[in-house]
């Protein structure tokens, strides 16, 4: 009969492997199954990948032949069998192994290893023609497979053992790679939780690792045939989870608009994956699903310059395209080396947006203590103290208890002002009773009844200084309506781990000509030195209302 050359494994031992290319199959069990001299020639010939579940026994017979290029003095002839399946070997009709136990009914069978190697005794291992005998059963799968019998291999012992391990210890060389970018990115997170990012980066490596060492248990430790759609369910869930930190990362690390929906769209194909038939099928289909709404969004993330998207979007291409290039190997080794690749990608790239950060803060820096200090000498400058005084000089003549009130909230002012003017984060308790103080003061020099709303505000969450303060105080120097009572109102609405801010006040039809001014640009400085580009602020004539909208994350 015709012998397969499978490949060679280039070690002392190694020698072409050798394999049974059909084998003839009764479903059924037979006492005489390893007898040699029982004739099966009315027996259907099947390949050995092609062996059905029929739900009972089912005895295989094959022929092979052994040449003396096959054999090495003092290395044995191996046999090699991958099934889901439990299994009886016989050779020449002598039983040289079993993996598990077969049997008739799901009681009676003892499920085997997943992979089996045997050894072919020596006086039983010649050259020439031989017979190859199996009885199997498979009633512990817990699915059905397209494919229960994979690999029934004949050759050099040594050379089957090395063969099943080649490509995995290739694989296993890129878990170092992962370890050292996982750890250095939950040190990162740790050092700074407020940058979520690195956390998201630490789960890729974990999911990474742990879905290498998931597609390499078979080779390295084996198992039960009956634990394999435990394992299959484990690599699946994984890749989800992976796909899922892959997408979650670049989505937070290149923040905007629509970020939510991206990851419904890939929650939702990864659902839809699930409908594919194949278990390989599933995770293939998954990656190329995360793949594609990264590239997408790293793409735009490349059109707004963003900082360092361009070296992430290589490294995410690159992984596509090694999925493409060899889909079928793509799990089982090519995967954790485009992982490596876009793992050092994206600290690339996360190096370059961290020194744009850095940039951008210490402008921020400079530019928000030049502000602040026009805003504090707009607090202190003449003609403000000049109009107090004045008013502060009627009413000790006047109404004693009115200026007494008025100086307390002049104090108050500026004892707050001077307590947060260096401080880059503040209670929001502290920044609305420095409003409060403001329109004290303001309601009394202008003889009118200011009202300070706030509703849905936590006390204990941190924003800039004056950030609110300077919108009061914008409000009421630009307010030019005659009424005598007018409210400002401040409106928190949390959001997952931001919080919404909407400040409004009346307003007048010329006020959305005017040119930002010191007030605005003071808060922008403010939000750029302490979120760095995770903010936004709109502000816009709505109606009577001046409306101005202030989007931040939460600190506590």
């Known amino acids: 009969m015709i012998l397969f050359a499978l490949g060679c494994i280039e070690t002392a031992a190694a020698q072409p492997l050798v394999s049974a290319p059909q084998f003839r199959m009764q479903l059924g069990d037979g006492a005489r199954w390893l007898d040699p001299t029982l004739d099966d020639t009315s027996w259907p010939m099947v390949r050995f990948a092609d062996v059905p579940d029929s739900g009972g026994i089912v005895v295989l017979r094959g022929r092979l032949r052994l040449d003396r290029q096959d054999m ?4 044995p002839i191996g046999i090699y069998l991958a099934a889901l399946a439990a299994c009886e070997l016989a050779w020449d009709g002598t039983l040289i192994g079993s993996n598990g136990q077969p049997g008739a009914t799901a009681a009676l069978e003892t499920p085997g290893q997943i992979e089996k190697h045997w050894v072919v005794p020596n006086r039983l291992a010649t050259a020439g023609d031989h017979l190859v005998a199996l009885r199997c059963s498979a009633h512990h799968r817990h699915f059905h497979p397209r494919y229960g019998y994979w690999d029934f291999l004949v050759g050099d012992y040594d050379a089957l053992l090395s063969a099943a391990r080649v490509g995995v210890l290739g694989a296993l ?90 990851l419904l769209a890939l929650i939702v194909c990864l659902g839809v994956c699930l409908m594919v038939p194949t278990w390989d099928g599933k995770t293939l289909v998954m990656f190329i699903a995360g793949l594609v709404l990264s590239i997408a969004w790293t793409l735009r993330a490349v059109w707004r310059r963003q900082r360092g998207a361009i070296a992430a979007l290589v490294g995410l291409v690159v992984t596509l395209a090694a999925l493409v ?81 008025m100086i307390e909230s002049i104090s108050d002012e500026f004892r707050i002002l001077a307590r947060i003017a260096d401080r880059p984060l503040i209670e929001l308790g502290i920044e609305l009773d420095l409003c409060r103080s403001h329109v004290a003061i303001m309601s009394r020099r202008r003889d009118r009844d200011y009202e300070f709303e706030v509703a849905g505000v936590a006390a204990q969450d941190l924003v800039p200084p004056a950030l609110f303060h300077t ?51 003071y808060i922008r400085a403010r939000l750029q030195e302490s979120f760095g580009d995770d903010w936004s602020l709109v502000a816009s004539l709505t109606g009577s209302l001046w409306r101005t909208e202030i989007v931040i994350p939460r600190r506590r």
Not at 72 to 75: F, I, L, Q
Not at 485 to 503: I, M, Q
Request: net charge neutral.
């Open 325 to 405: 290039w060899h889909p079928f190997n793509f799990t089982d080794f090519t995967l954790y080396i485009a992982l490596d690749f876009l793992l050092a990608c994206l600290l690339v790239a996360h190096t370059i947006q961290l020194r744009h950060f850095r940039l951008v803060h210490e402008q921020a820096l400079v530019k928000s203590a030049r502000l602040e200090s026009e805003l504090l000498r707009k607090h202190i400058q003449p003609h403000f103290l000049m109009n107090t005084l004045t008013a502060l000089s009627e009413w000790i003549e006047q109404e004693p208890a009115v200026a007494v009130g």
């Open 173 to 262: 060389t890129s878990l170092s790679g992962m370890l050292v970018v996982g750890v250095f990115a939950l040190f990162m997170f740790l050092a700074d939780r407020r940058d979520r990012s690195f956390l998201l980066l630490a789960i890729v490596c974990l999911c990474g690792g742990l879905l290498l060492l998931a597609e390499s248990w078979r080779a390295l430790f084996g198992y039960g045939y009956n634990w394999h759609f435990l394992r299959l369910l484990t690599i699946t869930a994984l890749t989800a989870f992976l796909n899922l930190a892959i997408v979650g990362f670049v989505v937070l690390r290149y923040p905007g608009r629509h970020a939510r929906s991206v």
């Open 72 to 75: 090495v003095e003092d290395h």
């Open 471 to 521: 919108l009061v105080e914008n409000a009421i120097t630009h307010d030019d309506s005659e009424q005598k009572c007018v409210t400002l109102r401040l409106t928190a609405t949390p959001e997952s781990a931001r919080v919404r801010y909407v400040f409004e006040a009346p307003g007048d039809k010329n006020v959305g000509s005017r040119v930002e001014g010191t007030g605005l640009r």
